[in-house]
């Protein structure tokens, strides 16, 4: 089994191509080995070359909103009254620590994301 390392796109693409061909490859045979192998060397490769940036704080609290189907109410307990909700939501204030830990804690929100900073929007004067 030759292995080489993906050090650019035509290496990469290639991998990609043979990967294509091995997905049903069977656990533990040469075949399988070779997928196992070319995966690893593909998700280094991604990582370095094409890292995912983390979603913002606001974006997150809304996805999991959606896939919950949570509403702005449910999230009273997290963040506080109905105005603050709107408030954080509507990017007009920032969460506090407070708001990050019980997100975190009680919604499985992870931590280091709601931890980023965000843009809050400016009010008209």
């Not at 997905?23 to 399988?32: I, K, L, N, Q, V």
């Not at 913002?56 to 307990?77: C, Q």
């Not at 929100?109 to 900073?117: C, G, K, T, W, Y």
Request: charged share 30%; aromatic share 6%.
């Amino acid at each position: 089994m030759q292995i080489w390392p993906i050090r650019n796109d035509a290496d990469y693409q290639a991998a990609l191509a043979e990967i294509e061909t091995l997905f049903d490859a069977c656990s533990g045979t040469p075949e399988g080995d070779r997928l196992d192998i070319l995966t690893t060397l593909i998700d280094a490769y991604e990582a370095k070359h094409t890292p995912i940036a983390a979603p913002d704080p606001i974006a997150m609290i809304e996805y999991i909103m959606e896939s919950r189907g949570l509403t702005r109410r449910d999230l009273e307990p997290y963040i506080g009254s109905r105005a603050r909700v709107s408030e954080v939501l509507n990017r007009r204030r920032a969460l506090t620590l407070e708001m990050i830990r019980k997100l975190h804690q009680d919604l499985g929100a992870p931590a280091e994301v709601l931890i980023q900073p965000y843009d809050l929007q400016r009010r008209a004067a």
